[in-house]
């Protein structure tokens, strides 16, 4: 059984076996404390020993990798020349970019669902579930919240009507085609979980998927797959080291999004492949580097479910998953309760001590108090090693120098330096054409459409507050101190109309090199001035001019649930409107006036208030203020 060379232990090579990583491997260690570093060794020591490593780099340093350290450098930090020799003469590193061309493009389609059918029943359902929730998660919906469980049911039972049915979804346009005209089987379960209204906005935000720079995740480079991950499509006898950059991703989601889709597949993929009778070794080995934001304690960001899959099933396929963090104080201990090996470098804040602590009670209950009392006096580069797989006591270790460049952290537009020729002829054989030169007619800009819903049909939201509550309601707004000098006198019930206006919000990221970010986002209007909704500790608050970004404000989307409904069941006279309409043109105008968006619809909303008469106890004068229907508090307008 190979070992794995990973430094010295005062004189002597402290090396670990490969079975042994099949119980999974965890570094911590604050920043500065050689964790990238440990981490590093790991893959070079695993792929020289000829397992394959599929490597998420979210910060750009672990993609050195790719680049070979001086002979006399590594001569000079005493690591033995035979491991850089064995590093380049069998591994091959590939930099693959997620939505972007400048390493080599990969891009992910969570739909296409080849070979879940061959899986047993609770594995589809599973399977299914889980891209359901990483896809309703990169759309906006909060996976704890009713609305976010709703998108992912629905578009489970649409997952699994497809596999059943044998009908091919091929990319999110199939996905809305469904949604939007679903065969009776399907409704009939759908409707039990969401109304039309849900739907109409579920289809919307898909929708987004299919527009900007988006859509480059799903549509630009290599289709990902884990045989090509792997270096399994096209052997050429080295074993391959494939690093996602993830910097070319724009936002937490859609990292979170790419993680859960490429442990979603190498799920799969280790169903369909475990390992030869008496295999003992490692197929491969999944690292994930600053590992917190993916594994958090309470959140439950969608790739956190497939990555404890993983951690729980991976050692008998033989997975190994290893993974990095300075901040162990961050991570769901829970979630990492099938590791074994754990190697800890300096660590100095009272909670990350405590929770490596906590973990160390059942892997090395016998030597805590020497590890607690180590690790805050470690220097750089040490590391304590706690694997009773492989040790009968905790060893200290000095991680050996890499055989490849560090430090050094290439930036989104090194990567093209870093992709070699023959693998971009191979994996992308057809340069993309080139555009012509001459004049394209241009199409009309496409205005805005006025409404999803029908002559007969009204956005609406639902009154949260009675009549019976108006009193206590308006008491913080009767004049006077403790003896008021004003009482509620009559109250009416009325729905107000706002405009609600559907847009996608280009943001610029980044300092030296700026980065767009589309962020879809809805905005809210009052109907006959156009001053912007803010709602402000539970206040509504209306103004011409807001100085925040619109994903910024807090508007009715965070604070109730919006429906449509029949005009027949709305209290509301709609002559009073005067018959006036909304100008779409003209609101779309305005709002690229103000911010740098792209309007797509804009629609009326009746939000429930209610005009409370005050009167004043000594004398007939009276005024009104307005109560809204959601919290009861004072509407500025």
């Known amino acids: 059984m190979p070992h794995l060379q990973l430094g010295k232990s005062g004189d002597n090579l402290l090396e670990i076996g490969l079975k042994t990583l099949q119980r999974h491997f965890a570094c911590f260690g604050s920043s500065g404390s050689g964790k990238t570093v440990a981490g590093k060794v790991m893959?070079?020591?695993?792929?020289r020993n000829g397992v394959p490593v599929i490597a998420f780099d979210p910060q750009g340093d672990i993609?050195?990798?790719?680049?070979?350290?001086?002979?006399?450098?590594?001569?000079d930090k005493g690591t033995d020349l035979s491991i850089r020799k064995s590093f380049n003469d069998n591994v091959e590193v590939v930099i693959w970019s997620p939505g972007s061309s400048k390493g080599l493009p990969i891009c992910m389609n969570p739909l296409q669902f080849e070979g879940v059918s061959s899986l047993s029943a609770e594995d589809q359902t599973r399977t299914l579930s889980s891209v359901a929730k990483n896809i309703a998660s990169l759309i906006g919906y909060d996976l704890d919240a009713d609305d976010g469980k709703s998108a992912e049911a629905v578009m489970a039972v649409i997952f699994e009507y497809s596999v059943k049915k044998h009908v091919k979804l091929d990319n999110f346009n199939g996905l809305i085609s469904i949604l939007q005209d679903m065969p009776e089987s399907v409704s009939e379960v759908v409707s039990a979980v969401a109304s039309s209204g849900f739907i109409r906005g579920l289809i919307k935000k898909l929708s987004l998927l299919t527009l900007g720079s988006r859509k480059l995740i799903f549509q630009t480079g290599v289709p990902a797959s884990i045989d090509v991950l792997l270096g399994l499509d096209e052997p050429n006898g080295k074993t391959r080291v494939s690093i996602i950059y993830l910097n070319t991703l724009s936002t937490a989601e859609e990292k979170e999004f790419f993680i859960a889709g490429i442990t979603q597949m190498l799920y799969r993929w280790m169903l369909k492949n475990p390992p030869r009778a008496g295999f003992e070794g490692l197929q491969c080995a999944l690292f994930i580097d600053e590992i917190a934001p993916y594994i958090p304690p309470v959140r439950k960001p969608a790739c956190k479910e497939s990555l404890e899959l993983l951690f729980r099933q991976g050692?008998?396929?033989?997975v190994s998953c290893l993974i990095a963090t300075q901040s162990p104080g961050d991570i769901d201990y829970k979630a990492i309760g099938q590791f074994s090996t754990f190697i800890l470098g300096t660590l100095n804040t009272r909670q990350d001590i405590d929770k490596v602590k906590n973990r160390m009670e059942s892997v090395a209950p016998k030597?805590?108090?020497?590890?607690?009392?180590?690790?805050?006096?470690?220097?750089?580069g040490q590391f304590l090693v706690v694997s009773p797989d492989e040790f009968d006591s905790v060893?200290?270790?000095q991680v050996r120098w890499l055989v490849t460049k560090h430090p050094l952290v290439i930036s989104e537009s090194q990567l093209s330096e870093y992709v070699p020729d023959d693998l971009r002829e191979r994996y992308l054989p057809e340069p993309e054409p080139e555009q012509p030169d001459e004049q394209v007619e241009t199409k009309p800009e496409k205005e805005p459409t006025e409404s999803l819903t029908t002559e007969d049909q009204v956005l609406h939201v639902e009154n949260k507050i009675f009549e019976r509550d108006l009193e206590k309601k308006v008491k913080p707004h009767l004049e006077g101190g403790l003896f008021k000098s004003e009482k509620l006198d009559g109250t009416k019930f009325r729905y107000q109309p706002l405009v609600k206006v559907d847009l996608t919000f280009f943001q610029e990221k980044g300092f030296f090199k700026k980065k767009t970010v589309e962020i879809p986002e809805n905005l809210y209007l009052d109907f006959k001035t156009n001053d912007l909704l803010h709602v402000k500790k539970e206040q509504f608050v209306f103004s011409p001019v807001l100085d925040m970004e619109p994903h910024e404000i807090s508007d009715l989307d965070n604070h109730c649930k919006i429906e449509t409904i029949s005009k027949d069941e709305v209290d509301f006279d709609f002559r009073i409107l005067g018959g006036k309409k909304l100008d779409k043109k003209a609101i779309k105008n305005m709002m690229e006036r103000k911010y740098r968006v792209e309007v797509h619809k804009v629609e009326m909303v009746l939000v429930p208030t209610w005009e409370c008469t005050l009167k004043q106890k000594k004398g007939k004068s009276t005024r009104t203020v307005t109560l809204d229907g959601i919290y009861g508090n004072e509407m500025k307008f």
């Open 43 to 47: 893959i070079e020591e695993l792929a």
């Open 395 to 397: 060893q200290e270790l």
């Open 63 to 75: 993609a050195s990798l790719c680049l070979l350290e001086e002979t006399d450098t590594i001569k």
């Open 367 to 380: 030597e805590i108090d020497y590890i607690v009392k180590k690790m805050p006096a470690l220097k750089p």
């Open 315 to 318: 050692r008998k396929y033989g």
